[in-house]
C-alpha cells in the first residue's frame, strides 16, 4: 500500500494546512479516476497516482524562498523535495524519475508528452478551476485547449455542467 504511505507522509508534510492536503487528495482522487477510465497499464496508473500525490510539493519551499506559489516556481522547488520523499519510502528509481519529471512540469502544458502527464494536467485543472472559482469562459478555454481524454473532457462538461456539444 505505497500511496496511503505516500498520503500520510504528505498529510505530514502540510501538517496544519488542510487547503493543501484536502487540494492534493482531490488532484488524486481524479487522477486515479481517469487513469482507470482511460485503461492505463499499471506501471503508468502507479507512476500517474504517486505523482498526483506529491505534484504540489514544491509549495512550500517557494514560498518560503520566494514569497509566491506560482506553478514555475512550485516545478522549479517540487523535484529534489520529491526525489528525497520517494528515495526515503523506496520507490524504485525509475519511478522517482518520471514522478519528478511530472512534479516539475505540471504547471506546463504547451508540452505535454504521455498519457500520465496529460491526465495529472486534466485532473490538477479540475480541482484548480474549482478552488480557485474561474469563470466559464476560462473554463471552456482550457476544455478546448488543454483537455485531451474523453474522461477528463467529460468530466469537465459534467462537473461545470457544460454545454455537451463542444
Known amino acids: 500500500m505505497e500511496a496511503e504511505r505516500l498520503i500520510q507522509k504528505m498529510v505530514a508534510y ?25 485503461k ?15 505534484h504540489d510539493i514544491g509549495i512550500k519551499a517557494a514560498e518560503m524562498k520566494y514569497q ?3 506553478g514555475n516556481y512550485q516545478e522549479l522547488e517540487g ?9 526515503e519510502l523506496c520507490y524504485h528509481p525509475d519511478v522517482i ?3 519528478c519529471y511530472l512534479v516539475g512540469h505540471h504547471h506546463t502544458y504547451n508540452e505535454i508528452d504521455g498519457l500520465d502527464y496529460q491526465i495529472l494536467v486534466e485532473a490538477d485543472l479540475l480541482v484548480n478551476m474549482y478552488e480557485d472559482g474561474i ?14 481524454t474523453k474522461t477528463g473532457i467529460r468530466l469537465c462538461k459534467t462537473i461545470f455542467a457544460l454545454d455537451n456539444s463542444n
Open 79 to 87: 523535484p529534489p523535495i520529491a526525489e528525497k520523499m520517494l528515495t
Open 14 to 38: 502540510y501538517s496544519g494546512d488542510p487547503k493543501r492536503i484536502q487540494h492534493f487528495i482531490k488532484v488524486y482522487s481524479f487522477a486515479s479516476l481517469i487513469g482507470k477510465e482511460e
Open 97 to 99: 524519475e518520471r514522478v
Open 68 to 70: 509566491s506559489a506560482s
Open 135 to 148: 469563470g466559464v469562459n476560462a473554463i471552456n478555454f482550457a476544455l478546448n485547449k488543454i483537455f485531451r
Open 40 to 54: 492505463l497499464e499499471e506501471n503508468i496508473q502507479f507512476i500517474l497516482e504517486t505523482a498526483a500525490i506529491v
